[in-house]
């Protein structure tokens, strides 16, 4: 039965060595360019819903239900990577791997539920493309940039996960996990500003 006992130092293989500080101004600066790029986008399509000469009458844009439900999951691997890192930086391994599982395993309930809910968007795209109304595909196209980003999201999980098993990680030596943690922290904000824009636009 696992412990949440501190693994001996002497027994971790020891991480290589990194100029202090070098991780997260990479992340920050990555995360920076990120939102200038989804920024950008939204403001696009706020000009395209807003003053396109195309763009369907205020009130008349629905989007799938499920929608809900998959801001629930991105919300929730936000709390577990949370919890991930707080259970490393106390030095309990098992909670560790079992909050970074919890957050692979609700990362994965996103994009399954995303998936349904682009189908529906495309399918109203292909209905109302005949008329001149491209709306429902640009917001499919941004649904699924963000969806793209998720993915690049799990391969961090699996990765830092699968190092977190091999004892890379204590309470000295953490940043990689944090820096994962951030990135999805950052993805969280990110659809529930899109989702808002969404339904406030509609």
Known sequence: MASD????????????????????VGISL????LFM????????YIFVRLAGTHSPARGSLH???ILW???????????????????????????????MAASLALA????????????VLLAE???????????YGLVFVL??????????GMIALIRVTARGRKGIYDHEHYQPVRHTALYWHFLDVIWILMFLTFLLTA
Do not use: C, D, N, Y
């Open 125 to 135: 795209h292909q209905r109302l493309r005949a008329a001149g109304l491209f709306l």
């Open 63 to 65: 989007f799938p239900a």
């Open 5 to 24: 006992e501190p693994t001996p130092r002497a027994t971790r293989p020891s991480p290589p060595p990194v100029p202090p500080g070098t991780g997260t």
């Open 69 to 99: 439900i998959s801001t629930v999951l991105v919300v929730g691997v936000s709390f577990t990577m949370s919890r991930a890192v707080r259970a490393l930086r106390h030095e309990h391994q098992p909670s560790f791997l079992k909050w």
């Open 37 to 44: 790029l989804f920024s950008a986008a939204m403001v696009g």
């Open 30 to 33: 990555f995360l920076l360019s």
């Open 143 to 152: 649904i699924l940039l963000h969806a793209l980003h998720v993915l690049g």
């Open 108 to 119: 994965i309930g996103f994009l399954l539920v995303q998936t349904p809910a682009m189908i």
